[in-house]
């Protein structure tokens, strides 16, 4: 969801936590017990998350520096103005990929009884520390540059969340991820990417992002609406085979004329971890949920063809 080398900043976490259910479903109530945050400070449990997030860090970025960059050109630190790039699409892919890295983290220190300010703060300051690491890396590319829209991207999807939790102790409005497969990256596979992770990562055409806000956390208990559904508004764009431009040909190979253009969404959406009655298992793994937009009926606007519906958008 970044540009530069397009890691997926949060790869590293689900990994660790599918390997432990994986561990723990023999003892379904060890299992429920593991995954239910601590009331108080656990030290064995925050030791285990800053030494797995400390090698994992380690290895993302000796992996970056010698697998990545050292393909290309090196330079002295310079900035480089990517504004007018990709109708955007990656500065949103930015803002939602550091406000879903802060919430993960600090979830991770709320299971390890670190009380939520601080574990709230402590995840804003991951986010942010790990993209501007990023950016740094890029800044010494000669392919790339440390881009100021970008970090202002990474600046607003962390305060997002974290005003959120000084406003709310709870996040109300969350920065959701979809694709679905498209066109475009047939005749720019480099660029765009050549199967589907590298198509999820790099063609912002199939990308879509969603501000999407939980209804119910904003209306008294007494309410009775459903504690899980969602409203969301999206943002995409289509039509694109370079940053700025399409190319009319790649590797001799003409290339039709599409045009560039932004698109505007509304739809339902779920957060399905907020429902009753789900265990701490249920929670921990619906929570992808908050990352991932669930596919639903949903209108567009464009300026090509105006409002239409969609029965099921991804």
Same mark, same amino acid.
């Given at each position: 969801m970044i540009d530069g080398p397009y890691i997926c900043s949060m790869s590293g976490k689900p990994v660790i936590l599918s390997l432990a259910i994986l561990l723990l479903m023999k003892d379904p109530v060890t299992a429920q017990d593991f995954f239910k945050p601590s009331p &108080?400070? &656990?030290?064995?449990?925050? &030791?285990?998350?800053?030494? %797995?997030? %400390? @090698? /994992?860090? +380690?290895?993302v970025t000796i992996g970056l520096n010698y697998l990545w960059y050292k393909k290309f050109p090196r330079s002295k630190f310079h900035f480089f103005n990517d504004n007018n790039e990709w109708l955007n699409m990656d500065k949103m892919g930015h %803002?939602? +990929?550091a406000y879903n890295v802060? %919430? /993960?983290?600090s979830d991770l220190l709320r299971w390890g009884g670190v009380k939520p300010g601080v574990a709230a703060l402590a995840g804003?300051? +991951? @986010?942010?520390?790990?993209? +501007? *690491?990023?950016? /740094?890396?890029?800044?010494?590319?000669v392919k790339w540059g440390f881009s100021r829209?970008?970090?202002l991207a990474n600046l607003a999807?962390?305060? !997002?969340?974290?005003?959120?939790? !000084? *406003?709310w102790g709870q996040q109300r409005i969350s920065l959701k991820y979809s694709y679905h497969h498209t066109l475009f990256a047939h005749y720019a596979p480099g660029e765009l990417g050549r199967n589907l992770p590298q198509r999820m990562l790099k063609d912002y055409n199939g990308q879509t992002y969603w501000l999407s806000v939980n209804i119910g956390s904003f209306l008294p208990a007494s309410s009775g609406f459903p504690s899980w559904l969602n409203v969301a508004a999206g943002y995409g764009a289509e039509g694109m085979i370079g940053g700025v431009k399409n190319p009319t040909e790649i590797n001799g190979q003409p290339v039709p004329n599409f045009s560039r253009y932004r698109?505007?969404?509304?739809?339902?959406?779920t957060d399905l971890y907020r429902a009753n009655g789900l265990s701490p298992l249920d929670v921990t793994l619906l929570k992808l949920n908050r990352t991932f937009k669930m596919p639903a009926p949903a209108l567009e606007w464009n300026k090509e063809d105006g409002l239409k519906g969609h029965w099921i958008y991804f």
């Open positions: &108080n400070y &656990n030290p064995g449990r925050v &030791n285990g998350v800053v030494i %797995a997030e %400390a @090698a /994992i860090g +380690t290895v %803002a939602t +990929t802060a %919430a /993960i983290q804003t300051l +991951t @986010a942010l520390g790990f993209l +501007t *690491m990023v950016e /740094i890396m890029d800044g010494h590319s829209g970008d970090m999807g962390c305060m !997002l969340f974290e005003s959120q939790q !000084l *406003m698109q505007f969404y509304f739809t339902f959406d």
